[in-house]
């Protein structure tokens, strides 16, 4: 799914484009712990966080991981832009708690009611 | 092999990760694979991270070898107090600032134990902690075990290595306790099968004209090819007769030996040696032995008289008609499933025919066997005269094969070599003493010989290429110098405790690549 599509779902902002090509989303994982971040970042995962540092970034460059959402209208420090820039990473806030953003991407990925397979 | 070192700031969290950052930059110049990059990159980031939360100040070590990437981080810190607890997934003493940014979850070590194939850590408490990663680059080389006639039960496995130092062409590797066979090295010759306590060879049983539960015969009348010795197997009470008699009432009208082909093709080799002039002459009446001239011994390969062997003669002579075939060794199934191109032919392992004859010769066995009058006098078995040396196992015909490529074995005209004792008479796939079998094979009188013919060999004899380090002879050169080189760091114990029959195997094997994590155990432990 593009990326675009779940930005819609969710009505984020985009602080940071990524590379065009790399917007396709097939997994979303959401976490607040780096190591389980690292873990589950992948070349078509979006994760998901209350976390807002630098390192996310890094997370994110390190594991070919195309875009970062923050939940709860965080402000993000600004080397973390920097930093997704230079890593091609998209970044998206959006105003909405943990489990209202998660609900909501839930079911744009998988629909309504359908439980994932 | 290439050596880095990223330099790590500790405390620095803001632009920790330039390490995990440049390491990664330059793995992707030497093209690492997807999945192994991310299995470094975890392993990397979470040393590195450790060394910016805990220690003042460290070093990411990376030394990249051909087959494997080795990480060592080493940082001057507090050092870990209790190992046992920091590998603990939860546990933690990270600061609570370093816990607001996400990281302190207890997961760091474990992680990067998870992600590696082999990890230590180890810290002194005061002075800092080295934490020590490999990760394979490849994770798949082993060639498919059984390639040909053999299947490999590789969980029975005892490990004990007698298959690894017995194999003539060392085509066993013992990796992780898991026998497998390099197909490409692998003569088929029975050897391990011999040797094994365990049971783990066996002829192949399913191939693709094998239907091993469809009944054997009883519908039309049927061809079955067999060697003498499945008739002997059945103890001194069930002479070679009555197994005659049994397999013919399961329906097999026209019972044939392989052995009638093979004594027409020594007779034949004989008479085509008086016309060389290349001494010896070797007869094909082995198939392993010929599979292991074409890959051991190549420069013998000329002296091979051109002639099928005896089994692939009985499959043209039966081309006709519908024909069960008992192959004795995996050699022979092979062979008679590259010459069934009609798909007429049936194959069928001598431990499954004994399995249909079985109940059928007990209820034979209890009509007592007329005695039969036994002709005492010394029959001249194998009274080839001196121009013929018939030779039996495998070390022997490796030892002749060596004399005869030094020309040391001009003496003889013909060599008739099989790697059984006794030829197929002391195939392991038989229980009866090859001596024993045979002798109650010719004490039974069945003995008559039918008129078969010879064939000449469909296409010449050829060298194989499974020796062949690469395809591309400047490459092979260089694999070469860097075994040499390799094998000589060694031991040269040939323990095989490596999985690797010789230290030159393992040397072959590390440079070719064919298993991931390859090293020798002696040199690991540090011994002399």
């Known amino acids: ?117 | 092999m290439i050596t880095s070192c990223f330099p790590i700031v500790g405390g620095k969290l803001d632009d920790a990760g330039s390490a995990s950052r440049r390491l990664k930059e330059q793995l992707k110049q030497i093209g690492v694979d997807g999945q192994i990059m991310r299995r470094i990159m975890i392993a990397a980031y979470e040393a590195e991270m450790n060394v910016v939360i805990h220690a003042f100040k460290g070093n990411l070590w990376v030394r990249l070898d051909r087959d494997r990437f080795n990480m060592e981080v080493i940082d001057q810190g507090p050092g870990i107090a209790d190992l046992d607890l920091a590998m603990k997934p939860g546990f933690s003493t990270a600061s609570a600032e370093a816990k607001q940014l996400g990281f302190g979850a207890g997961m760091g070590l474990p992680n990067i134990k998870k992600a590696s194939d082999l990890f230590e850590v180890d810290s002194h408490a005061g002075k800092g902690t080295r934490v020590r990663s490999t990760i394979y680059l490849k994770t798949q080389a082993v060639e498919q075990p059984g390639g040909r006639g053999l299947s490999v039960q590789a969980e029975l496995c005892i490990g004990c290595l007698d298959c690894l130092k017995a194999c003539p062409t060392r085509a066993l590797r013992v990796w992780n306790r898991r026998p497998s066979i390099l197909s490409t090295l692998c003569i088929e010759c029975t050897t391990c099968i011999g040797v094994c306590r365990a049971g783990v060879f066996k002829i192949r049983e399913t191939g693709r004209n094998n239907q091993p539960r469809e009944p054997i015969a009883e519908a039309a009348p049927q061809t079955l090819v067999i060697p003498r010795a499945f008739l002997t197997q059945f103890g001194s009470k069930i002479p070679p007769r009555i197994v005659l008699a049994v397999l013919r009432n399961l329906g097999f009208k026209d019972i044939r030996f392989t052995e009638e082909w093979e004594k027409e093709l020594r007779r034949t080799v004989r008479s085509y040696a008086a016309e060389q002039q290349l001494y010896p002459v070797i007869s094909p009446i082995c198939p392993a032995v010929i599979g292991l001239i074409e890959s051991q011994f190549p420069s013998l390969i000329a002296q091979i008289a051109p002639f099928m062997t005896p089994i692939e003669a009985a499959v043209e002579a039966c081309s006709l008609r519908m024909a069960t075939f008992v192959p004795a060794c995996p050699s022979q199934r092979t062979l008679l499933e590259q010459a069934d191109l009609s798909g007429r032919l049936r194959i069928v392992n001598p431990a499954e025919l004994s399995g249909r004859l079985i109940p059928r010769l007990r209820t034979q066995s209890d009509t007592p066997a007329s005695i039969q009058k036994q002709n005492t006098r010394p029959t001249r078995n194998g009274s080839h005269g001196p121009a013929v040396l018939e030779a039996w196992g495998v070390d022997n015909v490796v030892e002749i094969l060596e004399k005869t490529e030094k020309g040391l074995a001009g003496e003889f005209r013909i060599l008739e070599l099989s790697c059984c004792e006794k030829g197929c008479y002391g195939t392991p796939v038989f229980e009866e003493n090859p001596y024993v079998a045979q002798k109650r094979w010719s004490a039974s009188g069945l003995e008559r010989w039918r008129p078969v013919n010879v064939v000449s060999a469909k296409s010449p004899y050829r060298a194989r290429t499974g020796m062949r380090l690469d395809a591309d002879m400047g490459k092979a050169i260089e694999k070469l110098a860097r075994i040499d080189e390799l094998a000589a760091s060694l031991p040269g114990r040939d323990c095989g405790a490596c999985g690797s029959p010789s230290c030159a195997s393992l040397a072959e094997d590390i440079v070719l690549d064919r298993h991931p994590g390859l090293e020798c155990p002696v040199l690991r432990r540090g011994e002399p």
């Open chain 1, 1 to 117: 799914m593009k990326l675009e599509q779940l930005i819609e779902a969710i009505d984020a902002r985009v602080l940071q484009p990524g590379s065009k090509g790399r917007t396709e989303i097939a997994h979303v994982f959401a976490g607040d712990k780096m190591s389980a971040l690292l873990e589950r970042a992948g070349p078509e995962t979006m994760l998901v966080t209350s976390l807002a540092n630098t390192q996310l970034a890094c997370v994110a460059e390190l594991m070919d991981c195309p875009a970062l959402c923050l939940v709860d209208g965080a402000e993000p420090d600004p080397t973390l832009l920097e930093a997704a820039a230079r890593g091609d990473t998209a970044v998206v806030v959006c105003a909405l708690d943990m489990f209202e953003t998660c609900g909501r991407l839930y079911r744009r990925l998988y629909g309504d009611d359908s439980r994932r397979s």
